[in-house]
């Protein structure tokens, strides 16, 4: 294993780790914050003052993280104010590999189909069973290779 694998791997890990904690976590309705609030008791005002902003703010607040428009500065503040941590994470659904696999297969069926293409023209197609064949070779070789177009939609 070469170096660029290695550290792929180290960051699949990363990644595949933060997705095992995180789970199907989903943002509740009302917002973090204002889940948090009410969860500790805690008023509209009471959060303000250990926010350092007016009643008028943290609601404003609370509704535009409902909305997914509040910045993460704000959000790491309101933790704070509140005795929470604020955690940021991008996961995948399922993990890394499954991820570039599945992208391997397309880039593959992509490439597969055009070569197809261009032979049944010439009177050369190919079978189901050969495309299938060729598609599993291709995407074997993007998912070792991870060929520096693998993401690019060309």
């Known amino acids: 294993m070469g170096i660029e694998s290695t550290v792929l791997a180290q960051y699949q890990h990363i990644l595949d780790r933060a997705a095992g904690q995180v789970g199907n976590l989903a943002v ?9 609030r009410k969860a500790l008791g805690m008023s509209g005002a009471q959060l303000a003052r250990r926010m350092d902003s007016s009643r008028a703010q943290v609601s404003h607040f609370e509704k535009r993280e409902a909305e997914g428009n509040l910045t993460i500065k704000t959000l790491e503040r309101a933790a704070a104010a509140l005795g929470c941590r604020f955690v940021y994470a991008i996961v995948p659904e399922s993990s890394a590999a499954k991820l570039i696999s599945r992208r391997a297969r397309d880039k593959a069926r992509q490439v597969v189909a055009s070569a197809h293409a261009q032979m049944a023209m010439e009177a050369q197609g190919l ?3 050969q495309i299938d064949s060729e598609t599993a070779i291709l995407q074997q070789q993007f998912m070792r290779d991870m060929p520096a177009d693998l993401w690019s939609d060309e």
């Open 28 to 36: 509740p309705k009302e917002g973090w914050i204002r889940t948090a």
């Open 127 to 129: 079978t189901q069973a």
